[in-house]
């Protein structure tokens, strides 16, 4: 079956402009979570949903950050006022319950370029 | 707060020599581990967890609660081991769900 999906796959943005990225999950899977992934780095945990409700969103780095799962399928995340440190891979992963011993799906990313 | 570190950003090795990975971490709950790979222009998917006490590819990898490490050990390397490699530590988020806590990776390449 299909595995997550995002959207766009890259994207360029000037500083100051507002970013939306998309993920689609797999469907039927309740937990949702993005990362922040840096050059060099590895991900870093940004925000999870546990169907539409944001249960955890202590990784954002400034409230410059929002995500959204209103239908508790679809995900997106949308970054305003873009700075050039916001550049980076943002990854999405789901999972299919909320243990800590199901399988994060991670997909593709998006990555974004801030100039 | 919670941490882990991969001391080796770059590790070679030649083909059929064995391989370490090592994977040490700080947390002061009872740790969760994991292992997860990113072959080149693929996604990030897991290779193994600590629970699972399972081999998978040829690749086992032992929690050391008394050195707080868990490296990724393969006694003989294969050339499409090479990949980035990222050790993770699952600890408690909201609502029963567990955030993954990473690495910065360490780059395997098996060379002929």
């Known amino acids: 079956g299909a595995g997550v999906s995002q959207s766009p796959r890259y994207k360029v943005a000037k500083r100051g402009q507002d970013v939306a990225l998309r993920c689609d999950p797999i469907?039927?899977?309740?937990?949702l979570f993005w990362y922040q992934q840096a050059l060099g780095q590895g991900p870093e945990f940004l925000t999870y949903?546990?169907?539409?409700?944001?249960?955890?969103k202590s990784g954002l780095p400034s409230d410059r950050f929002f995500a959204e799962r209103p239908e508790g399928s679809v995900s997106t995340l949308k970054i305003q006022r873009t700075q050039q440190e916001d550049s980076a891979v943002y990854l999405c992963a789901s999972s299919q319950m909320a243990n800590f011993d199901n399988e994060q799906f991670f997909g593709p990313g998006t990555r974004l370029t801030v100039l | 707060a919670q941490r882990v570190t991969q001391p080796e950003k770059l590790l070679s090795v030649f083909k059929g020599a064995p391989v370490e990975l090592k994977c040490n971490y700080s947390?002061?709950?009872?740790?969760?581990l994991f292992w997860y790979v990113q072959y080149s222009r693929q996604r990030l998917q897991l290779l193994l967890r600590?629970?699972s006490r399972e081999s998978i590819k040829g690749f086992t990898a032992d929690l050391n609660k008394g050195e707080t490490s868990f490296h990724l050990k393969k006694p003989f390397a294969q050339e499409e081991d090479s990949a980035m490699y990222y050790c993770a530590l699952s600890v408690p988020s909201s609502g029963s769900a567990r955030q993954l806590t990473f690495g910065s990776g360490t780059q395997l390449t098996v060379l002929p």
């Open positions: 469907s039927g899977h309740v937990s």
């Open positions: 949903f546990q169907n539409e409700a944001q249960l955890d």
């Open positions: 947390y002061s709950g009872s740790p969760e």
């Open positions: 600590h629970i």
